[in-house]
């Protein structure tokens, strides 16, 4: 016997109405659902893929079998994936206003009562899922240059790590998010100025930072000489990598750094490290994270990054923990100039 798959939820003028999703989708002729979305299709029912940056169209429609496919990044689904994913709303919310679609002639597409909830690792997440799903679509060539260039000296494998990516276009990931998103939720977030705009202008290499595995803040970098180097979101700095001190045990040597592509090229060459953000990053409380770990300094060799460790070195004797300060051989700036020049074994 044929069984016929259904959701239930309330929301719509019947709160007890069933919605046949194999119906559903069989009502919307996805082509057409892609053209109100703003997708542009060609004769041959192909577009610019909107999941991933490229020059030749290579996102098919097929009407026939209700489904779309992208032979570059290899997205794919059907009507409810396409809404859900292009809007940035939740399934539920994609069946629900598709479902008002289907059934009502000449009506523009819907746009949801509702956004997100305000919830900052969902953006942060949505924002790396539009970047790119796979790394290598997450970079322009320029970008990816720089990371694993002479100056980061950085792995592709040390890329897919830290889960690095890149806003190649300023515009439409802008859009993206207020598509998605409430303003109010990504101000929240700490994703959009005052005046409504993404913070992430001139800084296009992002770099996540994860707790429990999620996303839960977002640092900028900039690949020219100009300053600042680095943005960062309006809200209280964590500590990078701060997952690396989950499976360590009493004992276990980790590294603290200035600043997070130190920490990356310390664990590219086999440390564990963190890294604060600059050299105010580390707090007096977070030297409870280390207790028990052997813990070494490993700042910038100049005076501040000097200065900076002798601070953070008092936090942890007040509290009966004695560390090390690693001193960088004359010349040397940081631990990242040390490894791509020489690739000596620290101490």
């Known amino acids: 016997m044929k069984t016929t798959a259904t959701c239930q939820f309330k929301g719509m003028e019947n709160n007890n109405a069933k919605i046949d999703i194999n119906e559903l989708k069989q009502a919307i002729k996805i082509s057409e659902l892609a053209v109100h979305l703003g997708i542009a299709i060609d004769k041959n029912k192909k577009a610019l893929c909107v999941f991933h940056?490229?020059?030749?169209?290579?996102?098919?429609?097929?009407?026939?079998?209700r489904i779309f496919k992208c032979?570059?990044?290899g997205e794919k689904g059907d009507c409810i994936d396409l809404f859900e994913k292009v809007k940035g709303v939740s399934k539920k919310q994609a069946i629900e206003y598709l479902s008002k679609l289907a059934g009502l002639n000449n009506v523009a597409l819907l746009e949801p009562k509702e956004k997100k909830i305000n919830n900052s690792c969902e953006i942060y997440e949505a924002l790396v899922g539009f970047c790119g799903k796979e790394y290598k679509a997450r970079f322009d060539v320029e970008s990816f240059n720089y990371?694993?260039?002479e100056k980061r000296g950085f792995d592709e494998s040390t890329i897919q790590k830290f889960k690095l990516f890149c806003i190649q276009d300023y515009k439409k990931a802008d859009e993206f998010l207020k598509n998605g998103f409430s303003l109010e939720d990504l101000k929240n977030a700490g994703l959009m100025s005052e005046n409504g705009n993404l913070v992430f202008y001139k800084h296009k290499i992002i770099v996540p930072f994860f707790k429990d595995g999620k996303i839960i803040f977002l640092q900028g970098r900039r690949i020219d000489d100009e300053k600042p180097k680095y943005f960062n979101l309006k809200s209280e700095i964590p500590l990078f990598n701060a997952d690396a001190l989950k499976d360590m045990k009493s004992g276990n040597k980790i590294y603290i750094c200035e600043a997070v592509f130190d920490a990356m090229i310390l664990e590219q060459n086999g440390y564990r490290a963190v890294a604060t953000i600059g050299t105010n990053g580390f707090k007096a409380e977070m030297a409870d994270l280390f207790r028990g770990l052997d813990v070494v300094l490993a700042f910038d060799n100049d005076k501040?990054?000097?200065?900076?460790?002798?601070?953070?070195?008092e936090f942890f004797y007040e509290k009966g923990q004695r560390i090390k300060m690693k001193k960088l051989p004359d010349g040397i700036k940081d631990i990242t100039e040390f490894f791509n020049?020489?690739?000596n074994q620290l101490i």
């Open 53 to 65: 940056q490229e020059k030749t169209p290579s996102l098919s429609f097929d009407d026939e079998k």
């Open 71 to 73: 032979f570059g990044c």
């Open 147 to 149: 990371l694993v260039g």
């Open 304 to 313: 501040s990054g000097e200065e900076a460790m002798k601070k953070i070195a």
């Open 341 to 343: 020049k020489n690739n």
